[in-house]
């Protein structure tokens, strides 16, 4: 049986559903929580890495120490530690000297409710020759995996699923073979799964993306010391060519916070009245910040400080005053670089003037639930002005949101923090049904924003 819900508590002591009410301005200076993708990336190839590396910063999140028990159960060995500061540093060491960095698991690999997660590891553990089971929760187990499967069955990969979701088998005791192949989605996920793959197939890959999306697992693979070339396709996007049979050396890295989960505070400062917040240490990889970029567009007085380099990532802190918005038009080549942030920018659009037109976001049906349907009914239970089509969202913001809907967050972490976001500033609180998937990517939540003054409580 497929499980629900997220086994981490939300710090915070809030359990069941929870309420936002619109109280003073927001103030102070908060961290962000560490970024999610650059979190699984770290232990996977620290894991594939001969010999320990440390990571510090690491996000502890549901789903990202759903990895971490992954990667101990492929044989590497995981450890919580703390450094001198008193910080937590994990140390991963994959297997020394034997010929495949993994074993075959003793149990399915269960991924919970993340789709990176899952979908990293198995074209990880493709290259690594392993046979492993994978699962996840309701929601992982309703998105496709067939974007993945197709492409490592063409290396020469054995995989079962039934109609390309969870549960699925791989088998890559095969030889791989080398492929070229283009995304047909711009996709991260499938993109790392091909790029850890081709590690262990015999000659080149060559992946030709033509839409740019993240790429902390090509700035990783370099840093654990693969080398892979990359050039223009002359169209905006790009080929990426990795050669088989390499090894990786263990590294130290250090985790940025994440711009994903920086939003939510961000986005609550710019709706209420009077408030002046910094989230410190964010990551500015441009693939990432189209959000930051649309916020401008809308008039937000957004501003980036102390702007530094950490791992070979750009790292700034992010100041957002109360601001009053206008709606944009954001286009459809934007969407990969924000594509988690459209439910909390479909939420300060109904706080917009005007209105708000978001296109090309087709994927965001398949992500953690249909995040379309599930900002559209829950915009309409507060009483904003919101229509759809299969892959746009339009919100007529008046600058103001009514509130007192109880939203359906359909086991959906952003959805579940989008909307208590949205109650922070409107005329009757907002209630939303479950708390429990917060845990999955920023267990204390509930805790940051409480400390730059948002209220929330459970109900
Ligand atoms: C991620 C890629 C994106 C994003 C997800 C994290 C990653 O998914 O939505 O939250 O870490 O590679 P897709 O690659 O499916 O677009």
Partial sequence: ???????????????????????????????????????????????????????????????????????????????????VDGASVWRV????????????PSHALYFGNSGTGVRLVMGAAAGAGVAASFDGDISLRARPMGRVLEPLRMMGVEAESH???LPVRIDGAAALSAVNVKLATASAQVKSAILLAALGASGKTCLHEPVLCRDHTERMLGAFGVKLAMTPDGEGGRFIEIEGGQRLRPADVTVPGDPSSAAFAIAAALVVPHSDVTVEGVLMNPLRTGLYETLREMGADIVF?????????????????????HGVDVPAVRAPSMIDEYPILSIVAAYAHGETMMRGLEELRVKESDRIAAV???????????????????VRGIGKLKGGGRIA???????????????????????????????????????????????????
């Fill in 305 to 325: 400080d102390n702007e530094r380099e950490l791992n070979g990532e750009p790292v700034a802190d992010i100041r957002a005053r109360h601001s009053v918005l």
């Fill in 163 to 165: 109609d390309g979701r």
């Fill in 93 to 104: 060491s994959g297997a020394t000297g034997s010929k495949t960095p993994w074993r075959t």
């Fill in 409 to 459: 967050t359909h086991h959906d972490h952003r959805i579940a923090m989008s909307f208590l976001v949205a109650g922070l500033a409107s005329e009757k609180p907002v209630d939303i049904d479950d708390v429990s998937m917060i845990a999955t990517s920023f267990p204390d939540f509930f805790e940051r924003m409480a400390a730059i003054g948002a209220k929330m409580q459970g109900v």
């Fill in 376 to 394: 559209e009914a829950g915009l309409a239970s507060c009483g904003a002005d919101a229509q759809s089509g299969p892959d746009w969202f339009r």
């Fill in 1 to 83: 049986m497929a499980q629900t819900g997220s086994d981490g508590a939300n710090k915070g002591g809030i359990t069941g559903g929870a309420r936002a009410v619109a109280g003073g301005p927001l103030s102070g200076s908060i961290s962000a929580p560490g970024d999610k993708s650059i979190s699984h990336r770290s232990l996977i190839l620290a894991a594939l890495a001969q010999g320990e590396s440390r990571v510090r910063g690491l996000l502890e999140a549901d789903d990202v120490l759903r990895t971490a028990a992954a990667m101990r159960a492929l044989g590497a060995e995981v450890e919580k530690d703390r450094g």
